[in-house]
């Protein structure tokens, strides 16, 4: 627990993603936060909850000042407020409905840069967000059960912990290499649903070269049935 001790890069790096829930603050917030931005850069995953972005527990260091998270929160709202505007259909809500309800929330949210809001509140605040990168993903509202929050919000979670890392249902091979002007080389594309629930998974596969032209861009969908 980062208020006992802050987990170091090693440990962190021992997991794909990772959940910051916390109502306290942090042993050293600067360390915490320079360690997330690190475990970040090398490819894992951040899901952050209220508190994490609230003023007043902010996480430190590079996490904050290379804006890391996808949103930002101007105050504790402290009124409740439930799911509204979302996509249905898309595997991150699979399970959720409007009866996810808290007020252990933040108002005057805010996206940062690269961030794109996934779901709203009934009250126009943001519930979801996260990097177009899907690097981290941010959740406005509590688990803890002293604010009793109602509704689908550990499977939202769930779904979260899914979403970051749903990019790994497809991989290329070779991932790189080298051809001459006018000749051709096969690729071979993989897909792996073993690990993604039921829904419709799209993703646009960027080949980047020194072609003038620019990158071809090739857009896959898959759907889960199950």
């Known amino acids: 627990a980062a208020y006992g001790g802050t987990p170091s890069l ?3 790096q021992g997991y794909d993603a990772i959940v910051i829930w916390n109502y306290n603050g942090y042993s050293d917030a600067t360390l915490l936060g320079d360690n997330l931005a690190d475990y970040v850069d090398g490819g894992g995953h951040v899901i952050v909850t209220y508190w994490a972005l609230d003023p007043g527990y902010l996480i430190g260091g590079r996490w904050a000042s290379g804006g890391y998270a996808p949103m930002t929160v101007g105050y504790y709202s402290g009124s409740t407020a439930c799911l509204s505007t979302y996509d249905s259909g898309d595997p991150l809500f699979a399970g959720v409905t409007t009866a996810l309800c808290d007020y252990s929330r933040g108002a005057g949210t805010a996206l940062t840069s690269d961030a794109q809001q996934l779901a709203l509140y009934d009250d126009g605040e943001i519930l979801v967000a996260a990097k177009d990168d899907r690097s981290a993903l941010a959740i406005n509202a509590y688990p803890g059960n002293y ?14 912990l899914i979403y970051l890392n749903e990019s790994t249902w497809i991989s290329v091979s070779p991932s ?3 051809i001459a002007p006018g000749a051709s080389s096969s ?7 073993s690990e993604l629930i039921g829904g419709v998974y799209s993703v646009d596969l960027h080949v980047a070269g020194n072609d003038p032209r620019g990158d071809a861009i090739l857009p896959i969908t898959a759907t889960v049935v199950g």
């Open 147 to 160: 604010y009793g929050y109602s509704g689908e919000l550990p499977q939202l979670i769930y779904n979260s």
């Open 187 to 193: 690729v071979t594309l993989t897909l792996d649903a």
């Open 176 to 178: 790189n290499g080298s």
């Open 10 to 12: 090693a440990q962190l």
